[in-house]
């Protein structure tokens, strides 16, 4: 049995899409639409080896992302859906989002989300400029993201969130307006809004490295961010976090989790898990994982420490046929870093008094000078107990995180988190 109870989120990973963007470096394959069934049975059996561990637990956000979770049919969908409902207590009031690509959304298979339950859809829209989706490698147009969109209202979704891309080669600032305002104009409840990031390995990267197109500029994203903001604020969203805006009230329930760095359970391959103060992480093969729990096969890359065995019962129990392949059991530390580093990506910041007194504490021993100088260089505000991030810090936030991170090491020397903060890849 689990050793807590409480409210916790379910990120289920589906890693299949019709193509490849360009861009992406996500956990995801192209045309491996035979691997599907297979696929969901093990997802189907990870989450009955999860069931009896979270029996004190209730759902109360489910998130299910990839890769493009409406590449499976309405019956595979339902088929989920029901499963995680046998399986886990969700709440009556659960946030429930499907993430969606244009080119994959019906009316058939909307209806059939809100039939089973779904109340949140995520659009990846990511440019309303057909050009922009060329270069990206979308395989979709603008004027099939907007039709999705309209489906999505036909058949009931009242929560719809729409992602977008700025900072792309030859981009400019006027075409970014337009995408905004063509975005505010669809009057979403939710918008996320994310710099390209060249990942190095994907396509786009080395068109860059090799000259065939311009390299993103820097400044002219900044500019871009900023333009977001004002034009967003003027439409009534909430700007919630560093990437976030909502309608207010309209906030994604699960991705706050991560920022609040609450407890979460990832199942699929390459999803991640928070819990009982230990992250862990499936393999990332889809192959690999429906193997593992097809065979009942239990590995850990270093191995699991007799104390953690001792001290987590709960993980003993699912040895039987956990795809697991990365376990760390979390220091104080570590929790600090992570309580400090993510909750800072909330735009109201967090009341370092509001937290356990071991980490209000350790946070003003470890970086209260760091934070004093951060805000002197107009990169932190500071009211009270609450700090957050200026307007400038929002922009120069690696800057910021970079900073307070070399402030939080561990008895060791060592930093004690990574500065891509852990998660899912959710919108």
């Known amino acids: 049995m689990s050793t807590t109870s409480g409210a916790i ?4 990973h589906i890693p299949f899409c019709r193509s ?29 080896l999860w069931s009896p561990l979270l029996a004190n637990h209730d759902v109360s956000t489910l998130y299910v992302g990839g890769g493009t979770p409406t590449l499976l049919n309405s019956r595979q969908l339902a088929r989920l859906i029901h499963t995680l409902h046998d399986c886990f207590t ?45 270069m990206l490698g979308r395989p979709h147009s603008a004027d099939e993201a907007r039709q999705a969109f309209g489906i999505a209202r036909e058949a009931g979704f009242e929560n719809v969130n729409i992602d977008l891309i700025y900072g792309l080669p030859r981009q400019t600032l006027q075409q970014w307006h337009i995408t905004i305002e063509q975005a505010i104009n669809l009057h979403p409840e939710h918008l996320s809004l994310y710099s390209l990031t060249l990942e190095p390995n994907t396509p786009l990267a080395q068109m860059i490295a090799h000259g065939l197109i311009p390299a993103p500029d820097p400044d002219l994203a900044a500019d871009m961010y900023q333009l977001a903001e004002a034009a967003l604020g003027d439409a009534g ?21 991560y920022w609040k760095n609450r407890t979460y ?39 699991l420490p007799e104390e953690v065995t001792v001290a987590q019962p709960w993980i003993t129990l699912a040895t039987g046929g956990w795809p697991v392949t990365a376990f760390e059991s979390l220091a104080p530390a570590t929790i ?16 370092i008094r509001a937290l356990p007194s071991y980490l209000n504490e350790s946070i003003e021993a470890a970086c209260g000078d760091e934070i004093s100088r951060l805000v002197a260089d107009g990169l932190l505000e500071k009211k009270g107990s609450i700090i957050r991030l200026s307007a400038k ?20 020397g060592e930093r004690s988190i990574r500065h891509e903060p852990a998660a899912q890849a959710s919108r």
């Open 237 to 257: 969203y909430h700007h919630y976090e560093i990437s976030n805006w909502a309608i207010p009230g309209r906030e994604c329930r699960h991705n706050v989790k």
């Open 90 to 134: 969700v709440s009556h009031r659960a946030e429930i989002t499907v993430e969606a690509n244009p080119e994959s959304t019906s009316k058939p298979l909307l209806d059939s989300l809100r039939d089973i339950g779904v109340n949140r859809l995520s659009i990846g829209v990511q440019s309303f400029s057909d050009t922009e989706l060329k």
């Open 9 to 12: 989120g379910l990120y289920v």
């Open 20 to 48: 490849k963007c360009l861009y992406c470096d996500f956990n995801s394959y192209a045309g491996a639409y035979r691997h599907i069934p297979s696929y969901l049975s093990a997802l189907s059996q990870e989450a009955h």
């Open 265 to 303: 359970i990832g199942i699929g391959a390459g999803a991640h898990s928070h819990f009982n103060a230990c992250r862990f992480a499936n393999v990332t093969s889809p192959d690999e994982y429906t193997r593992r729990l097809r065979q009942h096969e239990f590995k850990l890359t270093n191995g």
């Open 393 to 412: 810090g929002r922009l120069l936030s690696n800057e910021v995180f970079v900073r307070l991170l070399l402030q939080l090491r561990d008895p060791h």
């Open 336 to 351: 600090m870093a992570d309580t400090l580093i993510l909750g800072l990506r909330l735009v109201d910041g967090l009341d």
